[in-house]
């Protein structure tokens, strides 16, 4: 049974993780095994439980406490669960909870780039995406279109970011996910994934190549917000696939070139 606590103390240092931390003290580098993740809105919480992820603790506006958020605090067991009227949690995070409800939660493990890939036809590789709202978008593209599983370059901003959940929508935690050394062409390669570099290239295919979505295996790899992928990568790729473009516009949005990317590409028979 949830353990109900009244906020009457903005210092107290059970607050801090909803307040004060940063997300890298969060992470918590030095003792992974350690760090937690903050997760917004009912909806996200439950998918995050789904996936398997300990509650440590809820903050949560009074009113939705035997509202919206109450099947998900049954759910967490017998936790703290730190509650107040919206204006004073509003106060206490620094903005406003549209959703009402926020849960710290233990970070689960790493996954490793063979295990999350035994399986996977078509994936989704991120080069150096450091914007957190274009990872969490990605993640939902990659959700509903047909992506297997989501590597990332050490440089990638953390799924796991609140901001990163939040636009994900939860996502990150339905979709396997793992983080690839910087070799990871090499990597592709081993596990035996046709590479597509995302590049404006003279050599470029069309994202409408039927080759695409003959190959068993693919690795669709998009680079990092304005340079995209290094130069040295593309050339290491099997294709390289430009997205057709009109009226002059030169380029989409990392985010928004992953949905078409994913929508032409996620499964073997195309569109």
């Known amino acids: 049974m949830a353990h109900i606590i009244e906020i009457s103390d903005f210092s107290a240092p ?47 506006e009074r009113r939705h406490i035997e509202g919206q958020a109450k099947d998900v605090i049954a759910r967490c067991g017998d936790i703290p669960v730190y509650t107040a009227e919206f204006d004073v949690l509003s106060q206490l995070t620094g903005f406003k909870l549209v959703r009402g409800m926020l849960c ?38 990659a959700a509903a279109l047909n992506m297997d599983a989501v590597l990332l370059t050490p440089a990638c901003t953390d799924p796991l970011y609140r901001r990163a959940i939040r636009v994900s929508m939860g996502t990150v935690f339905q979709v396997p996910w793992a983080f690839l050394p910087e070799d990871y062409m090499r990597v592709l390669k081993e596990l035996g994934f046709a590479t597509a570099a995302m590049a ?22 998009m680079g990092t917000e304005g340079d995209g992928m290094a130069a040295e990568n593309i050339s290491r790729c099997d294709y390289t696939v430009k997205i057709p473009m009109s009226h002059g516009v030169d380029s989409l949005n990392v985010a928004a070139a992953s949905a078409v990317a994913f929508f032409q590409l996620g499964s073997e028979e195309g569109v």
Do not use: W
């Open 14 to 60: 059970e607050l801090d993780v909803y307040a004060r931390l940063t997300e890298a003290q969060l992470l918590n580098r030095e003792h992974p095994e350690e760090g937690i993740f903050i997760a917004e809105s009912p909806k996200v919480i439950e998918r995050a439980l789904d996936a398997g992820c300990t509650p440590l603790s809820v903050l949560v």
């Open 104 to 141: 710290a939660m233990r970070r689960p493990p790493l996954l490793a780039p063979e295990n999350v890939c035994k399986d996977a036809r078509r994936v989704a590789v991120l080069e150096n995406v450091m914007n957190p709202t274009n990872l969490g978008a990605i993640f939902r593209s």
């Open 200 to 221: 404006l290239r003279d050599d470029s295919v069309s994202i409408r190549d039927p080759q695409l979505n003959a190959e068993k295996r693919l690795a669709i790899i």
